[in-house]
């Protein structure tokens, strides 16, 4: 079965107010399913030093604001090459949730609802090519790339 789900990419300025470096808010969406066809969008972070970057899938958040077909729970994992950066199945799940939602409301995202299963990551990353992967199963493809954003 696949499902509509929602990626959302904000790089956010280390130290200072949203959007100081560029790109603000940009998203995407589509349908996805699982392993191979889990939705991927590859990004680059530019310049010689590490950005703050906050990735989010919505699947239940779709669904309360009307988007039918959207999926009930999400897997969102963050990629370099072939390897796994870090991984998330419930957006306030961690101990960063509270960074997570004021991040959100910084870069103007929707919110999500407390215990959602929607997923987010925030995190500092070096300048490089990276891919987000967000399957309704948690087996997003590791291999090829994904659309640039």
Same mark, same amino acid.
Request: avoid cysteine.
């Given at each position: 079965m696949r499902a509509l789900l929602w990626i959302g990419l904000a790089s956010l300025a280390i130290g200072s107010s949203a959007g100081a470096n560029g790109l603000v808010n940009l998203s995407a969406r589509? $349908? /996805? @399913?699982?392993?191979?066809?889990?939705?991927?969008?590859?990004?680059? $972070? /530019? @310049?010689?030093?590490?950005?703050?970057?906050?990735v989010r899938g919505a699947g239940p958040a779709l669904a309360s604001l009307g988007v039918a077909d959207a999926l009930a729970q999400v897997r969102l994992e963050i990629f370099r090459d072939a390897t796994a950066l870090a991984a998330n199945t419930g957006w306030d799940t961690g101990s960063d949730a509270n960074a997570l939602a004021q991040a959100a409301r910084a870069a103007g995202a929707f919110d999500f609802a407390a215990a959602s299963k929607d997923a987010a990551l925030l995190l500092v990353l070096e300048p490089g090519s990276y891919r987000a992967g967000s399957s309704r199963d948690g087996q997003c493809r590791r291999g090829g790339a994904g659309g640039n954003l």
């Open positions: 589509g $349908v /996805a @399913g699982p392993g191979s066809d889990a939705l991927t969008a590859g990004f680059v $972070v /530019a @310049g010689d030093a590490p950005k703050r970057v906050l």
